[in-house]
């Protein structure tokens, strides 16, 4: 299984970004980015890729279920807009945002001491993914790609989302599009979440 832990946003809070991302479709350029669906909105706390489900996962469970206890409910709200390169655009997250650093770190902590080999040298960024750059853009400089991701950028970073209390560390499966259909996206489901607090 390929897994991920995550804080999800309440439907409000997902709603207010989506009016806010919706005229962001109309700027130039806006077909040739892959938008990730409002239903699959997450903040990732620890990418753990593939888990074997039957060896590693159960102490994976029960390390996230310590996690979560030893943390309590997180006032967020999304927030603002940057990029990464010219890889991706999102959205930010603003709020109790070093509670959200302390539980991404020991969801990364669970995913080692599971087993799991964990990428190093990363380190957090409390953000939602919007939309992707699909390949590479041959021929062009990384300057030039890089700015073609500014205008939404800028466009969104004046947004200011609906404040909502983040209550539960999810676990969520991660299911690659296998179709080869154009504009197919991953699809996620939670396999298990935990209150935070306990």
Request: with cysteine; proline share 6%; net charge positive.
């Amino acid at each position: 299984m390929r897994l991920f832990a995550a804080v999800l946003p309440p439907a409000e809070a997902v709603s207010a970004l989506a009016d806010a991302v919706r005229p962001l479709h109309d700027l130039p350029g806006a077909d040739g980015l892959r938008w990730t669906h409002r239903d699959g909105w997450h903040l990732t706390l620890a990418f753990y890729g593939e888990v074997h489900e039957d060896r590693t996962l159960p102490g994976l469970r029960e390390r996230l279920a310590r996690a979560a206890a030893r943390c309590g409910p997180l006032e967020m709200r999304l927030k603002g807009a940057g990029r990464f390169g010219d890889r991706a655009l999102w959205a930010g997250a603003d709020g109790d945002v070093r509670g959200l650093e302390r539980l991404a770190q020991a969801a990364r902590a669970a995913g080692r001491r599971s087993g799991i080999r964990m990428e190093a040298g990363r380190s957090f960024r409390a953000h939602l993914t919007i939309a992707r750059t699909v390949g590479r853009h041959h021929g062009a400089t990384a300057g030039a790609a890089t700015a073609g991701l500014r205008p939404y950028a800028e466009a969104l970073g004046a947004f200011e989302g609906t404040p909502w209390t983040a209550t539960e560390l999810t676990l969520v499966h991660s299911r690659l599009p296998t179709g080869g259909i154009p504009g197919e996206r991953p699809h996620y489901a939670a396999v298990a979440a935990w209150p935070l607090g306990g």
